[in-house]
DNA sequence: AGGCGGCTTTCAATGGTTGGAATAGTATTG
DNA sequence: CAATACTATTCCAACCATTGAAAGCCGCCT
């Protein structure tokens, strides 16, 4: 029913025809932006939801995806919505810092686990935040505030602190420099006491952290070192507050992470010395 | 190089320049086959050996990989080297028949890990292969042939044989129709028996394999269901020939699976068929 | 029985993409 | 130390994959 359906001559000053507006945006980030649109919330999602939140028309967001079904990074289900494929999760568990620490820290996991009975967690540093890698949880344990993939704060979280403190100085200003992410239930720290922290936790190798927000639990967490003596991951329990005592945690947390560290390729060096001259 | 070097003018017969070899694949293909390149075998790699084993020139290469690294999906280490990035990883860690599963079946797999101290495996299908999502070992256990994110095949493997036996019909036909995987220390099953033994799976709800290859195990494994009653998963124990006897084991590996059935909104209903569980 | 929303196909215009060539950097060899 | 070989990176003109409005479908709600 368009009003005027018979003048086809749309006369001058109507180049409607070939409109572009706003290409300009290489394929593939297209493509990723898609990927991106899924999150813990958002894991099924139609093909009119994806072309929404990635901002692009129907039309290109369908093929995109047809093309990313095809090669299995993305699944369609029986409704027609799209879910991320095991393909993907196959090529990413090729991922070093993902699965690859995972894989050789799990029996160590595995074993504070079965003796505590708590929340074992491993985590990585990705930009800014600290990525959960791994968590054993019995299923009758407290609640927990994070999930495997998802993200958590550097400087409120126990892993979250582990990694700061072994990243270079650096990037420990940058973040520093930065406002600090809001977490609840955590006690904000001041700079001059999370300075005093992160010094603390290098020279300990624990960082711990008391908690109010889902459950009342204290985090302890202990650093993970590759062959470069890097801190390249955080091993850390979390136990119900008033359980047991932090300071019989710590040994126990210590340990499997120097286990894993070793298991790295890190050369558990005494103490000092562990300078290496090479490339300026 | 050139024999004719002098006259700037390439004059006639000279469409040397733009020449258009093999242009035509989509740019999301290109970047998707870059990321298959890397496997098992190939977790770190240079830009020339990515170019190189996925076809492409090098600068279209490095275009392609760039973009990656800016989003995150690959990761340059320090000697200019590729591997998957952890970013990826998080997102693939959304994948409902990847981590997804694998989080709710976790903690029965821990149970059964935890009783029998021997490997727990949990894969899904994909095509035409198992692939495995998850894996607990103790770190004394026996040899075992495949990784997480590995795949295996349907037809001589226990998770194999529980995931065919749990497809549909057609696809079965399909597979029975290839020649068979050459599995090593695997007896091969002429069709006739792997027809009666698929059929024995869906009654009994279990699958078992004993194989010779990295060592001598037998495998015994079960299905996982979801609310719609299909087959999603299969939970499986591999335990060295000759330790604990199989019929010991069946009824804990199917507790196991039934219980993460459960979980996933499986309603166990009574079939009439299963009229006697205990096989006599 | 019509409107609405989402999904899919079509198609001409075009700009992102391409890859050879050249340059720069780096490791290996004689 | 030069020669060699390889890899990584930049450049750019030709061009084809990509684009998105438009229109056709289909199912659903009213």
Redesign the pocket.
Known sequence: MNPTPDTDTPDAAAP?????????????D?ALSLLAVFSDRRRAL????L?RHAD?????A???ISRLVAWGALERLDD?RYVVGVRLWEVASLSPRGHGVREIALPYLEDLFEVTRHHVLLAVRDNEQAVLIERLSSKDATEVAYRVGGRAPLRSTAVGLVLLAGADQQFQETIMAKPPEKEPGVAEMPEGQLRRTLSDVRRTGIAMIRRSHPSMTVSVASPVFDAQGSVVAALSIVVPDGSTPPNVLAPAVRAAARAVSRNLGHQATVSADVRTHSRG
Chains 1, 2 share one sequence.
């Open positions: 409607a025809r070939g409109k572009r507006p706003k290409q300009g945006e290489p394929v593939i297209r139609t093909l009119s939801e072309a692009m028309p129907a039309p290109t369908l093929r995109l027609g």
